[in-house]
């Protein structure tokens, strides 16, 4: 296949986001996955500075108090306040949110109006897959894949949107979203037990469009590869969606601390391209994919890289 015109979408505010000495989701780890993107290989990766998402992106996922109150939510410099015992906001927090927000609108705007890029892979702090419509957790504020998701579909009139989650911990915040509306598709493969408790086999939406692949700890490639084969990838493509999201958490590496999966970097690469290839089939291969988890920075850099290489096809 010939390569693809990709945009990364990042900026400076998401360093500005400081949950707190030696929390893992640090602004190290964005670092780790930028320098990773400067390597020759990517001299072809065209780069955005993410916008801020506006009221209206927000209030499609997010209730107006919701927004309002993590919006207020402003702490004096080196002042941190605690959401809950592992979610925290700086002074930088609220500006960081709202960008990583817009941009995954940002990467939809990219791959379906400007015509111009293909994919896109929003570089971003901090995460969202595990914010519902109205509690924050997991170290996530707003669900800016849905928040794209739902972009898609006001602005463009995209009918069916499917989000493939592979980080290591299940996406109870874009399930919620999700598993009532018939529109959208999710996907995920996660450790259980393991945060949040969620993502049982039995939770499968309203007519299917939810698909849940709970790995047990010291599960390695073989039953991650089949999880995605054997089930989400044939309901995937079942579902036909006009665009294809991804949470891009990449904790279940082996080297992860927070975890016990034992993927290797290969493994992200495999997932990657399978993706791409459901892409082709039913969305003109218009992909957008948003950084999610991973706190191990080697094999955070390393897995990253060879995400974004798939999205390039390089």
């Not at 919006?71 to 930088?92: C, F, H, K, Y």
């Not at 924050?136 to 009918?159: D, K, T």
């Amino acid at each position: 296949m010939p390569s693809m015109s990709t945009l990364l979408i990042s900026h400076p505010a998401f360093l500005e986001h400081d949950p707190g000495e030696h929390h893992p989701e640090c602004p190290d780890r964005l670092r780790a996955v930028l320098a990773a993107l400067e390597q020759e290989s990517f001299a072809l990766l065209e780069r955005a500075a993410a916008p801020a998402a506006t009221a209206e992106q927000l209030l499609r996922v997010h209730p107006q108090h919701y927004v309002e109150t993590i919006l207020s939510i402003r702490p004096a410099a080196n002042e941190i306040v605690m959401i809950d015992g592992d979610t925290a906001m700086s002074a930088g927090s609220a500006e960081a949110a709202l960008r990583a927000a817009g941009a995954v609108v940002a990467g939809v705007d990219a791959v379906l109006a400007a015509g111009s890029v293909d994919t896109a892979f929003a570089a971003v702090r901090p995460p969202g897959h595990h914010a519902t419509p109205e509690i924050p957790g997991g170290f996530c504020l707003f669900n800016n894949v849905a928040i794209g998701a739902r972009h898609a579909q006001a602005r463009y009139g995209i009918e069916r949107v499917a989000i493939l989650d592979f980080d290591v911990h299940h996406g109870q915040g874009t399930q919620a979203v999700v598993e009532a509306d018939a529109s959208l598709f999710y996907g995920s493969s996660h450790q259980y037990p393991l945060y949040p408790g969620t993502g049982s086999t039995r939770e499968h939406g309203i007519d299917g469009n939810v698909v849940n692949v709970p790995l047990a700890p010291n599960s390695g490639s073989s039953d991650f590869r089949a999880g995605w084969s054997e089930r989400i990838l044939p309901q995937l493509d079942r579902f036909a969606p006009e665009l294809l999201i991804i949470s891009a958490g990449f904790d279940a590496h082996k080297r992860d601390p927070l975890a016990q999966l034992r993927l290797e970097t290969e493994d992200f690469r495999w997932i990657s391209e399978e993706l791409m290839r459901i892409a082709d089939r039913h969305t003109r291969g218009r992909v957008v994919s948003a950084l999610e988890g991973g706190y191990d920075l080697d094999a955070l850099a390393a897995a990253t890289a060879a995400h974004v290489r798939a999205l390039m096809r390089v």
